[in-house]
């Protein structure tokens, strides 16, 4: 992975992950509440193949709990959710080609490549409010690896999870349909 864009991701997460420390909860939570729109449970669509066996297939999402994780800063036990930024399909689509030449020559990576860029290129040409999770406190000082941040988007009535990894090793984009 070249490396401008290595860089680029490593400060991206690095600023989300201070805001989230810096903030403070009730602020956050107040100010930037969730839209109503994302609340519900969702179930991962039969399309998304190759499925990453580490996800779940569902993400159910409360005005306070975002899946696992609480609205707002992580805790020290606890990891967060909240808003962190906005993207573009164009902006998707830059991100994950570095991941697709470093990983050219593997077929099971390649695959999925492919998936993920069928899956970006259908999406609107909106921008897209980015909703990011957080390791706690406790995992980020242990150390939660370079893949620990997954974001969010909601596009179409569907909600996706993109999960790019710091070092350039993994990269899924997944959608999931409102179940309820």
């Not at 039969?46 to 996800?55: G, Y």
């Not at 800063?73 to 993207?87: H, L, N």
Request: aromatic share 8%; net charge positive; with cysteine.
């Amino acid at each position: 992975m070249n490396r401008l864009l290595s860089e680029r991701i490593i400060y991206g997460m690095a600023l989300k992950i201070c805001l989230f420390l810096i903030l403070p909860g009730p602020l956050l939570a107040q100010s930037l509440k969730i839209n109503d729109r994302w609340i519900g449970t969702w179930q991962l669509e039969k399309s998304n193949w190759p499925i990453d066996r580490r996800s779940d297939s569902r993400v159910i999402i409360t005005p306070s709990r975002f899946n696992e994780c609480i609205w707002g800063k992580p805790t020290s036990k606890q990891c967060g959710a909240g808003y962190t930024g906005v993207t573009t399909r164009a902006e998707l689509l830059s991100t994950l080609a570095p991941f697709e030449k470093a990983n050219a020559n593997d077929p099971k990576s390649r695959d999925a490549h492919v998936l993920a860029r069928r899956m970006l290129q259908e999406l609107s040409n909106d921008s897209f409010r980015l909703i990011s999770t957080v390791p706690s406190i406790q995992n980020q000082q242990m150390g939660s690896g370079d893949c620990a941040e997954v974001n969010y988007i909601f596009d179409s009535e569907r909600i996706y999870r993109i999960h790019f990894c710091e070092s350039g090793s993994a990269a899924s984009i997944q959608r999931f349909a409102r179940s309820n």
